[in-house]
C-alpha cells in the first residue's frame, strides 16, 4: 500500500507536541480508525434510524452522519498533527468544492437571515452547516480510499447494506407493513432509507454496482449467483416503485456500460484480426450489425431496455380497449403500493431562479432560504391545488436549489464542478491499459458518483443518498490519487518548516472546531427533541407541558418557530381565562401578563427571522386578539403586518382573508370586499373567504356577485358539496327553482346525510308540484333529526295535499351551514 508508507517523515512542530502531547497510537491506527469510520457511514447510514417518534428519521441519520464526520475529522487532524505532513490530491474537482463551500458561507453573511442560512432548524440540507458536513465527508473520502483494497470494502459495505434493507422489504411484502415498523415505518410505502423513492435510489446505485460487476468479472462464479438474485430482487421492486426521473437516470447509466462493451468488444475484435493478419493466419471478419449482439451484456441490457421503456414513457401508453398500460399491469400483478410525490416543475424552478438572480444575482436568497423566493414568485395555478398553503424549501433538485440560494458565483462553481467530475471520467480510461482491477474500480467509482449526482441535479434525494454522491465523488478522487493518475501535493509543516507557522495553527483551530461543532450539535438535538415533545403535548392539549418544552428547546438553541409557538400558547392561555372563576383585578392582570408574553415572543420570532411571513402574522394575530377582547386602537397594528406578511408572500389566500377580516373589524367594508376578491382570484374554493364574500354581498344585495363567485369555486372544487348548497341556496333566495334543483340534488349525492340540502330540496320539489320527491327529501331529514317536530309537520301535510307549511310561518327556513359556514365539513 504505498499511500500508507512514506519516504520522507517530518517531525512534528513543537505546538502540535504540545497539544497533543505523547500519543501512544501510530499513525497507522488512525488511519484504519479513519477507513472502518467512513465504511460505517457507507453500511449503516441506508439503515440507520432512531426508533422514537421525537426523533424522525431524516433527524436520525443527519444526527448520525454528524457524529462520525467529525469524529473522523478530529482523529485524520490529530494523525496529521502527529506526522507532521499531509498529501492532497491534485484535484481541481476538490478545489472547487472547498470554493463552494467558501460561497455558501459568503452568502449566509449576506442572508436577511443569517441563523437559517448558517444552520436552520438543524438537519435542514440547504445550510452551510450541513454543506461544509458533506463536503468534509468528501474530503475524508479522498484522503481514506487510496487503494483497492479499501474501495472494494466500500463496495461490500454498500451493497451490503442495501441487500439488507431489500431483505427488510421483501419480508414486509410476506408479512404485512406491521412487521418490524418500529412503530415509525406503518405505511407500505415507509423505509428505514427514507422516502419510498429514495428506497429506489439506493438500490438504483446497488444495481448499477452489480452489473458494472458482473460485466468486469463475468467468469467470477461465486459471485455470479448471488448478483443475479440482487439484481431480480433490485429490479422487483423499482418496478413496483415506478421513480421515472430515475428510470431516466438509469437509462443513461447503463447505456454508459453498454457502450463501454461494445467499445471493447469491438477493440478486442480489431485486435484479434489484426494479430491473425500479422501473423499470416485466419480469422473470420462478421460485419458490424452481426457481432453487435454478442457485444451486449445480458443482465445490463435487460435493464437498459425496462429503462428504455418506463424512462421514455412507454410504459404509460394507453393500450386495447380497457386502456390499459404496461406499468399499470406490471404494478398490479407486483402488488404495488401506490405513492408520489409533488416536487416543483422544470419551469417554475426555472422562473424561480432566474427571478431570484435578478433581484440578487451575486449571493441569490442566502442558503436555505429557497421558502422565501419560492412565495415571492409563486404561480396562482399552485393555489388552485391541494399544496395552496405549503411551502417548498427545494425546486426541482437539490443543484438546481443553489443556483438560487448562492447566486450566480455558485452557480458557476457548480457548473465547474460537472465539468471536473467528467473530467474524472476521462482519467479513469487511462485505468483500463493498466490492469482489469485497477479499470473496474475506477469505472464503478465514477458511475456511482454520476449516478448520485444525476439524482441531486433532477431530484430532491435525502440525506443518504446526497451524502453517498460526496462519499463515492472523494473514493474516486483518492483512488485516482492512489493510481498514479492524478498527483499529490505533499505539505510539511513538522520542525522548521515554513508551513507549519500556518498549518500547525489552521490543524489545532479544527480540532477546537471539532469539538465547538460537537457541543451545538447536542444542543440542537436537545433543542429538536424538546420542540417534538412539545408538539406531542399542545396535539393533547396539554398547555403547561407544551410551554415547559418549548421554554427548554429555547434554553438549547433560539428558533423563531419557538418563539412563535410561545405566543401562540400565551393567546390560547388568554382566551381560556374567560372560563376561570377570577375577579375583574385577577383576569387584568393575568391577562396583561399573557398578553406581553406573547407579544414579546412574537417579537423575538421576527427579529430572529424577519423574512417569515410567519412570524409577522402572528405577531399581528396578537393584536387580533386585543381586538376581540375589545382593546382599542390595536386594529392599525394587526394591519401592518399582515401587510408586512403579503409583501412576503403576495399570493397567499390566507394572508389576503385575515386582512379582509381586519378591514372588516375597522369598518371598511368596500376595502374588505376588495381583499376577498383577491383572496378568492387566487383560490377560488377557498372556503371562509367563499363565505364571508357571499356575506358582505347578500347584505349590500347584490346576489349575482355572490352567485358568481361561487360558480367560480365549484369550477376549482366541483366535488365540494357545501358549494353547490350555497349555489342552491342562492338561486332558491332568488326563487330560481329551475335552478336551484340540480344544485341541491348535486349536494345530496355528494353527501346523502346532509339535511340542509335535503329539507332545501324537498322545498323546492314541493313547490314544483312533486310531491313524491318532496315527501321521500324530507323523510331523509326525519331520520337524521328524528325530534324536529316541524320535518313531522311537513310530511304530514305533503301527505294530506297540502303545502309543506300549510299556511302557517315556518319555524325558521334559513340554514344552518350556508352560507355562514362554508368551511365546515360535518353534516348538520
Do not use: C
Not at 16 to 44: E, N, Q, W, Y
Not at 189 to 209: C, I, K, M, T, Y
Not at 233 to 246: K, P, R, Y
Amino acid at each position: 500500500m504505498p499511500d500508507e508508507q512514506q519516504s520522507f517523515q517530518a517531525p512534528a512542530s513543537g505546538v502540535s507536541k504540545m497539544f497533543l502531547g505523547k500519543l501512544p497510537f501510530h499513525s497507522a491506527f488512525f488511519d484504519r480508525a479513519l477507513v472502518f469510520i467512513l465504511l460505517a457511514v457507507a453500511f449503516l447510514l441506508p439503515i440507520f434510524f432512531v426508533p422514537s417518534q421525537l426523533i424522525a428519521p431524516e433527524f436520525g441519520k443527519m444526527i448520525f452522519l454528524e457524529v462520525f464526520v467529525l469524529l473522523a475529522i478530529f482523529l485524520w487532524t490529530i494523525a496529521r498533527l502527529r506526522d507532521g505532513h499531509v498529501d492532497v490530491p491534485k484535484s481541481l474537482l476538490l478545489l472547487v468544492s472547498a470554493l463552494l463551500v467558501v460561497q455558501f458561507i459568503a452568502a449566509a453573511f449576506m442572508s436577511p437571515a443569517p441563523l437559517v442560512s448558517f444552520i436552520g432548524s438543524g438537519y435542514d440540507l440547504g445550510t452551510v452547516s450541513s454543506f461544509v458536513l458533506l463536503f468534509l465527508l468528501m474530503f475524508l473520502g479522498s484522503m481514506v480510499f487510496t487503494n483497492r483494497d479499501r474501495v472494494l470494502m466500500l463496495f461490500v459495505s454498500f451493497v451490503s447494506s442495501g441487500v439488507l434493507v431489500m431483505i427488510y422489504h421483501l419480508l414486509r411484502q410476506f408479512f404485512g407493513p406491521d412487521f418490524l415498523d418500529f412503530g415509525i415505518f406503518t405505511s407500505a410505502v415507509s423505509s428505514p432509507v427514507g422516502r419510498w423513492n429514495d428506497f429506489a435510489s439506493l438500490l438504483g446505485g446497488v444495481l448499477l454496482l452489480v452489473l458494472s460487476t458482473l460485466y468486469f468479472f463475468p467468469q467470477n462464479n461465486a459471485f455470479r449467483v448471488p448478483a443475479f438474485l440482487a439484481f431480480l430482487v433490485g429490479l422487483f421492486f423499482l418496478l413496483a416503485i415506478n421513480f421515472s426521473v430515475l428510470w431516466l437516470i438509469l437509462l443513461v447509466m447503463t447505456a454508459l456500460l453498454v457502450a463501454l462493451s461494445v467499445y471493447e468488444g469491438e477493440r478486442e475484435h480489431r485486435r484479434v484480426h489484426h494479430e491473425a493478419h500479422e501473423s499470416g493466419g485466419s480469422h473470420h471478419h462478421r460485419p458490424f450489425h452481426r457481432r453487435f449482439l454478442g457485444h451486449l451484456p445480458v443482465v445490463t441490457t435487460v435493464l437498459f431496455l425496462v429503462a428504455l421503456v418506463y424512462g421514455t414513457g412507454l410504459a404509460s401508453v394507453n393500450l386495447g380497449k380497457d386502456n390499459t398500460t404496461i406499468a399499470g399491469v406490471v404494478a398490479k400483478s407486483l402488488g404495488a403500493t401506490p405513492y408520489s410525490e409533488v416536487v416543483l416543475t422544470p419551469k417554475f424552478t426555472y422562473d424561480i431562479v432566474k427571478n431570484t438572480l435578478e433581484s440578487s444575482p451575486l449571493f441569490g436568497t442566502g442558503p436555505n432560504r429557497f421558502s422565501s423566493a419560492y412565495l415571492q414568485y409563486k404561480m396562482t395555478a399552485v393555489n388552485r391545488t391541494p399544496f395552496w398553503d405549503s411551502t417548498f424549501d427545494f425546486g426541482l433538485g437539490r443543484v438546481p436549489t443553489y443556483f438560487g440560494t448562492t447566486g450566480l458565483v455558485g452557480m458557476v462553481l457548480w457548473l465547474f464542478f460537472v465539468v471536473f467530475l467528467f473530467v474524472k471520467g476521462r482519467k479513469v480510461f487511462a485505468l483500463f491499459a493498466k490492469d482489469r482491477m485497477a479499470a473496474y474500480i475506477g469505472f464503478s467509482l465514477f458511475l456511482l458518483s454520476l449516478y448520485f449526482w444525476s439524482l441531486a441535479s433532477f431530484y430532491l434525494p435525502n440525506t443518504t443518498i446526497f451524502a453517498s454522491a460526496f462519499l463515492f465523488t472523494g473514493a474516486l478522487i483518492a483512488f485516482l490519487a492512489g493510481e498514479g493518475v492524478i498527483g499529490r501535493y505533499h505539505l510539511a509543516f513538522g520542525g522548521r518548516s515554513r508551513l507549519s507557522v500556518v498549518l500547525t495553527p489552521v490543524a489545532i483551530a479544527l480540532l477546537v472546531g471539532v469539538i465547538a461543532a460537537g457541543v451545538l450539535l447536542y444542543r440542537q438535538t436537545s433543542s429538536l427533541v424538546a420542540f417534538n415533545e412539545a408538539q406531542v403535548a399542545a396535539a393533547a392539549n396539554n398547555i403547561p407541558d407544551a410551554e415547559k418544552a418549548l421554554i427548554r428547546a429555547l434554553n438549547f438553541a433560539e428558533r423563531d418557530v419557538y418563539y412563535r409557538a410561545l405566543s401562540s400558547l400565551a393567546l390560547a392561555k388568554l382566551q381560556g381565562l374567560s372560563q376561570q372563576q377570577l375577579s375583574q383585578e385577577q383576569f387584568a392582570v393575568q391577562a396583561k401578563q399573557l398578553i406581553d408574553e406573547s407579544r414579546v415572543n412574537a417579537e423575538k420570532a421576527i427579529k430572529l427571522d424577519p423574512t417569515n411571513f410567519e412570524n409577522h402574522l402572528q405577531y399581528g394575530s396578537v393584536f387580533d386578539t386585543l381586538a376581540s377582547l375589545g382593546v382599542q386602537n390595536t386594529t392599525s397594528f394587526a394591519r401592518e403586518n399582515y401587510e408586512q406578511a403579503l409583501r412576503l408572500n403576495p399570493k397567499s389566500p390566507r394572508v389576503l382573508f385575515m386582512l379582509a377580516q381586519v378591514e372588516f373589524v375597522s369598518g371598511d367594508r368596500a376595502k374588505a370586499k376588495e381583499y376577498l376578491r383577491q383572496a378568492l382570484l387566487e383560490r377560488p374554493n377557498l372556503p371562509e373567504a367563499l363565505s364571508s364574500f357571499v356575506q358582505l354581498e347578500l347584505q349590500d344585495n347584490n346576489p349575482t356577485a355572490a352567485i358568481t363567485a361561487v360558480q367560480a369555486g365549484i369550477l376549482v372544487e366541483p366535488t365540494n358539496y357545501l358549494f353547490h348548497f350555497t349555489l342552491g341556496y342562492l338561486y332558491y333566495l332568488q326563487n330560481n327553482l329551475t335552478d336551484a334543483i340540480p344544485q341541491f340534488e348535486v349536494a345530496v349525492a355528494l353527501n346523502p346525510s346532509y339535511a340542509d340540502a335535503k329539507y332545501f330540496l324537498g322545498l323546492s320539489y314541493a313547490a314544483t308540484n312533486r310531491i313524491g320527491d318532496a315527501i321521500q327529501q324530507f323523510e331523509g331529514v326525519q331520520l337524521l333529526n328524528p325530534n324536529n317536530k316541524e320535518v313531522e309537520t311537513i310530511i304530514q301535510n305533503l301527505k294530506a295535499g297540502r303545502l309543506p307549511f300549510n299556511g302557517v310561518a315556518p319555524a325558521s327556513i334559513q340554514p344552518t351551514s350556508a352560507p355562514q359556514g362554508l368551511n365546515q365539513k360535518k353534516s348538520q
